[in-house]
């Protein structure tokens, strides 16, 4: 009935709050190699697909007419903190797209990096589109309408040629069912299709297969993952979980995470898709969970094993800089 | 074995996360009115009995002895914003004592509120200990300090007979064992001890009723929880859950918010005190889930229930303002 518990808040000698939530993992023929909890409940992946939904990016040749590199690519797949590298780099790719700005509906605020929004405070600015952490997506977007002739206006809408085709790569990749009926509308104001959990981790395991893809979507897929592996800033930025998870095991693990607790990710040399959702919508716990279970699958490299582990266990620290707490993977979350 | 679904999170026409946890509502006697999940679990209260905590400041007369009105109360139990109004009031309040932030060891943290961390920031300035959001509790603990001559250096450690003090007053309240085996260092550094649920809704009611504390600390509490509801602006801030239901009621409900998704509230024509603790620690939840519970006991009032109903169903916005989905109780939450 209920998923079971995946992560504890310690606080002292006590448990303060937990998590539940479900584990998908499986291999690139879709093979389930491990499930916890219920992985067939639908899930709306938010920006945790945003890897996929680059595909169209690369197939459509508009990265390569308009120059991109992995930190181009990385920024596409990225729900970024906001930080200068990252606003800036978006701008450019707009630019390369005779764009700016303005073409962006996705929406402004400001940055997730309360660092960064002080700096911008501090500087006298106000949050435009390009501060929104989907910006690089966004722009990614309208590369591909500029590049493919499709008119941009409304792009974010379900009913727009663009999206069509984002749909229609979610489906063939995902193998799950995209329709009127599981959409929902995500925070940029594009749809968003709830889709069981385990349709998610197979999407991952193909995108790091290239499994039933074909060969130019799977090369298509492999460029993207790389890139994000080698610009991880590029995907999250300072101090964030995507970007110390890919940073832990260089070029060998691919993870993002989506609004309302949910985490994909992919390990090429497992020919592993991995898919989580905390029931309750905690990233926290996601954060947790993923690092856990990324570990315990690359047990056999002690190193890197060893890192991960550590960031499935952050201590909580108060406003003093006292250890007051931390956070640890339930006794259940063993990936047996 | 685990707490029911209270709150749903909704995208579309799906559910996409979910929230349980557990809801203790006693009368002045003890006695438990009603009861949904495990309300003998250990529950870390942390800022929701700040008015619990106050109450040395009003028995020991320093409240007088520096003319404290209902603002300056308020503040004592609020969990603030950090908006000029409350800095500034933390600081008046301080001043009173002789004292300055200095002697604050709440450690110092950007506002709670972005807007009021922005405008902070293009002021060019930095958060104090006056910003933290307990930095109103902490100038009342400062000021008992004075008032009785205690030497205040240490005053948020367990050891202190200051903290003993405020122990000792959350054990003849709540009526549970307060001990080193059950204690955890809250995020401002006091003591913060895991209680049973149920001795929590205990300490409220007998707040709103002041059965077994006594005539001097019955009027004490009376005048805390009568303050925090003339000045709810005080307790919170601009746009805040326990400020907006107290103001959905003027001068009927005490609510105040704790970390970790709990919530602690009375209401004194009622006789009830009443304490939720959402088990993933989320404050999202456990506003919906106090807003509904005030709502279902006062639903006597259909003005006064149907404001709080409807604090208790928000709306989820994206960054363009669209509708995209909504929090609402559960099914299951429903006090018979």
Redesign the interface.
Known sequence: ??NPVLVE?V????V?????GAIAIVDGDGKSVFALGDVER???PRSAVKAIQALPLVESSAADAYGFGAKELALACASHSGEPAHVELARAMLAKAGLDEAAL??????PSS?DA??TL??A?GSPSALH?NCSGKHSGFLCVCRHCSIAHHGYVGAGHAFQEMVRSTMVEVTGAHHGA?????????IP?Y?VPLRSLAIGFARMATGNRLGGERAAAAKRLLSACMAEPFYVAGTGRACTRLMEAAPGRIFAKIGA??VYCAAIEELGLGIAIK?????GR?AEVVVAEVLSQLLAGDGSVSGRLGKLARPELQ?????L??RLQPAEGLRIR
Chains 1, 2 share one sequence.
Do not use: I, K, Y
Request: glycine fraction near 16%.
């Open positions: 009935m209920s808040v606080r002292g000698n006590t303060e709050s937990l998590h539940r639908p899930v709306f509906e996705c929406g402004a605020h400001w309360q929004t002080v405070a501090r006298g929104n009926d599981n959409r929902g509308t995500d925070g940029c104001s968003t709830a309302e607790g905390c029931d309750d919508g905690a716990a108060n406003w003093n800089g006292m007051v707490g």
